[in-house]
């Protein structure tokens, strides 16, 4: 017997397959079935999306501890300066 390991998305690719998702909604030419099918697939990979934002939250806030105590640092970009 063998076990099929399931592994979620990249964020990354789900980003990308929302893209295209939202796209093809904005087209307008898909049938209606089709349609709210790839709207609820599009809900589904928020939703995944949203859980994995939300776990690396929870990492950077943990990594970024000073004294023992939780401690945000707001994220400054880079710039090209």
Do not use: C, N, W, Y
């Amino acid at each position: 017997m063998s076990k099929k390991q399931t592994t979620a998305p990249t964020f990354e690719a789900m980003l990308q397959e929302l893209t295209t998702i939202v796209q093809q909604l904005e087209q307008g030419d898909l049938p209606l079935e089709t349609s709210l099918q790839q709207f609820e697939q599009g809900i589904h990979l928020v939703r995944l999306s949203q859980q994995q934002l939300q776990a690396a939250e929870q990492k950077v806030q943990m990594l970024v501890q000073q004294q023992g105590s939780e401690q945000l640092v707001p994220f400054a970009p880079l710039t090209g300066e």
